[in-house]
């Protein structure tokens, strides 16, 4: 059984789609948390686009929506405890790897540039809003 997944609001610029430049070929204004969408990529060739930053740890979004995503902590193999996977082995696994309790893509192997990482679940919530802060008292 999944659990709830933990959220965190987060401004909603990074949730923003931005445009397409010809002249310059590429994105432009993109938020950090949409440009990191990899599940296209993840399936296809077992690679990453370049994560997103909180609370000082990498994140790849999963899914994304105008104003939230849902995403994996990205690690090195080091800092993984545990078996992983390819995305492969994760879908031959049929309906038990899509109810894998810390999320569909927890453990599986991917690459970031040529370096070998681990998305690590739980599968985490991120949408638009005011961060929270933390109490004085």
């Known amino acids: ?26 994105q432009i204004g993109e938020g950090d948390i949409g440009a990191s969408y990899s599940a296209d990529r993840i399936g296809g060739e077992g690679a990453v686009r370049r994560p997103f930053r909180h609370e000082g740890v990498d994140w790849v979004a999963t899914s994304t929506f105008s ?11 080091s800092q993984f405890e545990g078996g992983t996977l390819s ?16 999320g569909f893509y927890h453990g599986m192997r991917v690459k970031r540039g040529r370096e070998e990482m681990v998305l690590c679940g739980p599968e985490t919530k991120f949408i638009a809003g005011e961060p929270e802060q933390g109490s004085l008292f």
């Not at 104003?67 to 193999?77: D, G, I, K, Q, T």
């Not at 879908?91 to 810390?102: L, Q």
């Open 67 to 77: 104003n939230s995503a849902r995403a994996y902590r990205l690690v090195h193999p």
């Open 87 to 102: 995305y492969v082995e994760r879908v031959s696994d049929g309906h038990r790897g899509r109810c894998a309790p810390e």
């Open 1 to 26: 059984m999944k659990s709830i997944p933990k959220t965190f609001a987060v401004d909603p610029q990074r949730f923003a789609w931005g445009h397409w430049c010809h002249k310059r070929n590429r």
